[in-house]
């Protein structure tokens, strides 16, 4: 049982030292098809819970051995908003912390009760999953506890997003033949563009998931964030089945096309395009036509 891991190195936290609320066993309100964890019965309340004298001892030493951490992400096996004693943990956190920074991962299912967006609001960066904004694809991908509404949910984060000064991105991970499908992208860009996070991250399965169920392409990833609105800012997480991309020949309209549709990270260029076409976008960058912007730890290509 450790409370504490890492340090793992982030492209887009920088050195993050993680903080695990449920060390011994899966504690959570949800049983994903697509959880790296093994299925478990849902729960509404932690059973077994460690103190938060014991968090927040074992990050102070976490914090003592690693003195280069930018970053304390708070996860559990399972889900750490259901941690009773959360809002005295982040209290904890704050006074031991200095100036590193802090992140949180959540389900967003408690997210509709306010205590609990007061709590979140301690933090600097808060990262939602949400899956889907239909109810049927919501209970087929995240198979929640019966007390948990998709609704409450969603109005929950809209309130979130009314009261938080900190970092917001959402979290999408599909799932082949459950939200891959034009009907749920849609609903999920009806919502997303009246949440208006700072950013997406859509990604897909990447490590052994507790059902039987598949991952998509990156080809397929990027043609589902095409069908986002270009004013919400998409990152695509995942780099699978790489080995049947070709890289493609753009032209100079073509790339400043394709960025107007869907801005695009370093990475994504590097896989989607040939040679010649990256030098057209050294040479747009030059002319000032196109523009790298970051955001919030991750660079875009964007038309200037
Ligand atoms: S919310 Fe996270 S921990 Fe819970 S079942 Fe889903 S993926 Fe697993």
Known sequence: MSIIFGPVASRRFGKSLGIDLSPGRKQCNFDCVYCELDPAKTMDRYEEIVSVETVIDAVAEGLRTHQDIDVLTVTANGEPTLYPYLEELTKGLDRIKG????????????????????????????????????????????????????????????????????????????????????????????????????????????????????????ERLRELSLHFDPSLSVHITSRKDLGALTPSSYSREEILDTLRKRPLTPEDVTLLFDEPSRRRLRDLLQERKVRLEENHGVNFYRPA
Not at 129 to 134: P, Y
Not at 151 to 156: D, L, S
Not at 186 to 214: F, K, M, W
């Open 99 to 218: 100036s590193v920074k802090t992140l949180i991962l959540s389900n967003a299912s408690t997210i509709h009760r306010s205590e609990i967006r007061r709590t979140l609001a301690r933090f600097d960066t808060v990262k939602l999953s949400l899956d889907c904004a239909t109810p049927r694809c919501f209970r087929r991908i995240d198979r929640p506890e019966a007390s948990v509404d998709l609704e409450g949910i969603k109005e929950g984060m809209l309130a979130f997003r009314q009261e938080y000064a900190g970092t917001l991105i959402v979290e999408i991970l599909v799932v082949a033949g459950i939200n891959d499908k034009a009907e749920e992208v849609e609903a999920l860009n009806d919502y997303l563009l009246q949440l208006n996070p700072e950013r997406i991250d859509l990604g897909t399965i990447d490590r052994p998931p507790a059902y039987s169920v598949q991952p998509v392409s990156y």
